[in-house]
């Protein structure tokens, strides 16, 4: 059993930038791919980036391409978020989420095993 905990959300104007970080615990976090989503006031929750468990490939979704960046650090067992240029329209909770042995590509939320429980981020000046 994965357990994930999303930090580093918060209140930022438009343009500028955070980094989220989840920290995995409770299993080999190595072998998990890696997403984040996110869930905007009355929409469903989408799909924002993915990192495989292995070689660090990554694929983000359109709206964030340029703009946010995911990583991950293996031996710290936590995956980060850079997000740059940030705009209203990205205010949301932001979700991570592992699968293991999945392939990059997985963009929908039954394909991923475990939550964590989501940090606030909102842009506003």
């Known amino acids: 059993q994965v357990q994930l905990v999303e930090s580093g959300g918060g209140l930022v104007q438009p343009g500028g930038s955070l980094r989220l970080s989840c920290a995995a615990s409770?299993?080999?976090?190595?072998?998990?791919?890696m997403g984040w989503f996110r869930r905007a006031p009355g929409k469903e929750r989408e799909f924002v980036a993915a990192?495989?468990?292995?070689?660090?490939?990554?694929y983000s979704a359109d709206s964030v391409l340029g703009r946010f960046t995911i990583s991950r650090d293996n031996a710290k067992n936590t995956v980060y978020l850079q997000m740059n240029s940030l705009k209203p329209e990205d205010t949301a909770v932001y979700y991570c989420a592992a699968n293991e042995f999945g392939s990059v590509g997985r963009t929908e939320e039954h394909e991923y095993d475990y939550w964590g429980q989501g940090t606030q981020v909102t842009i506003s000046s």
């Open positions: 409770g299993g080999t976090f190595r072998r998990y791919t």
């Open positions: 990192i495989s468990w292995i070689g660090g490939r990554t």
